[in-house]
């Protein structure tokens, strides 16, 4: 780092004025607590930035070196940028993955905070803000699995579930796939309802790393999916009490003769049932054929 000296510095941020105009300098701390963001976030960012040497009113020479808040905003201008703010268990998720500080990813694998600190050094991370608004660094969950691998207990999931004790009971959990299978839902409809929430992480032998679920959350979660049985076929109707049935959006796209916004505000949900499309599964409102197009002739 390059330094040059200042006159005096009269505590953390000082106006250092010269035949032009003023600058303000500070060090990484008290930038840090301005703008509300994590010291370490700044230093990183300012590891190759020129600053001043600062001398305090005594003549003695500080340790640390002063930037001026030009050099800070310029080096840290993706700190200000609009992030995503967690919960107050440190936690986000974006695009489907889950976002973590290292203190939150400790308490959540049960392991010493200076070891996923060391192995997340080097490893690519986000920014956001915690609760309380102070912007700090967050890492997603397939990068601290891989970063962090030998820290979690190896388990033996050789078999299709690995049960737990909780309190007085034992509690079956497994992963997104074999939870499907047993409970009766698709993979897919399966995995976006249980998505962040709760789980286990087990390592096999080989050291492969896996998110387990516990069967209650599963169920849970999969709540109607599991209660309704109608299902459409592959052209999108499902036959009920002698009649055909089918979603609004299929009815017109197969129609063409209104529109699909149209046909919703005309049409009453009371006259609905529940059903499963064909693929992959998902419950939607199926209305009687014969009403809707009876609605779609009187808006013609």
Same mark, same amino acid.
């Given at each position: /780092? #390059? ?27 008290? $930038? ?14 300012? #590891?190759? @930035? ?27 201008l993706d700190l200000f940028l609009e992030t995503p703010i967690a919960d107050e268990r440190g936690f986000f998720i974006q695009n489907g993955m889950r ?5 939150? $990813? ?6 010493? +905070? ?10 690519p991370l986000t920014m956001a803000r915690i609760p309380e608004g102070n912007l700090l660094e967050f890492f997603g969950e397939d990068i601290i699995l ?28 497994? !992963? +997104?796939?074999?939870? @499907? ?15 962040? #929430? ?7 032998? #080989? ?10 959350? @599963? ?19 499902? /036959? ?7 979603? +609004? ?7 063409? !003769?209104? !529109? ?32 809707? +197009? ?7």
């Amino acid at each position: /780092m #390059k330094g040059r000296a200042l006159q005096e510095v009269f505590g953390d941020l000082e106006i250092s004025t010269n035949e032009e105009d003023s600058v303000r300098y500070g060090s990484i701390p008290a $930038w840090a607590k301005e703008f509300g963001v994590d010291k370490g976030s700044i230093e990183r960012r300012l #590891k190759d @930035a020129e600053g001043i040497q600062a001398k305090d009113v005594l003549g003695r020479t500080q340790d640390c070196l002063y930037y001026s808040e030009e050099v800070v905003r310029r080096a840290c201008l993706d700190l200000f940028l609009e992030t995503p703010i967690a919960d107050e268990r440190g936690f986000f998720i974006q695009n489907g993955m889950r976002y973590g500080t290292t203190l939150a $990813w400790a308490r959540d694998l049960g392991v010493g +905070i200076d070891a996923i600190q060391k192995r997340t050094e080097h490893a690519p991370l986000t920014m956001a803000r915690i609760p309380e608004g102070n912007l700090l660094e967050f890492f997603g969950e397939d990068i601290i699995l891989e970063v962090c691998a030998d820290l979690l207990q190896s388990i033996d999931i050789q078999g299709e579930f690995l049960l737990q004790r909780e309190g007085d009971e034992e509690v079956r959990y497994g !992963s +997104i796939n074999r939870l @499907a299978k047993l409970i009766g839902i698709p993979e897919p409809t399966l995995n976006k309802r249980i998505r962040g #929430k709760s789980h286990i992480l087990v390592r096999d032998p #080989k050291g492969r790393v896996y998110k387990y679920f516990s069967e209650k959350l @599963a169920r849970e979660v999969s709540g109607e999916f599991l209660t309704v049985t109608l299902r459409a076929d592959a052209s999108g109707y499902v /036959m009920y009490n002698g009649e055909r049935y089918t979603t +609004i959006f299929r009815f017109c796209k197969d129609n063409k !003769s209104i !529109s699909e916004q149209t046909l919703k505000k005309r049409v009453n949900q009371s006259d609905s049932i529940r059903a499963k499309d064909h693929t992959p599964g998902n419950i939607r409102d199926f209305y009687p054929e014969k009403l809707l +197009i009876e609605t779609s002739n009187k808006s013609s």
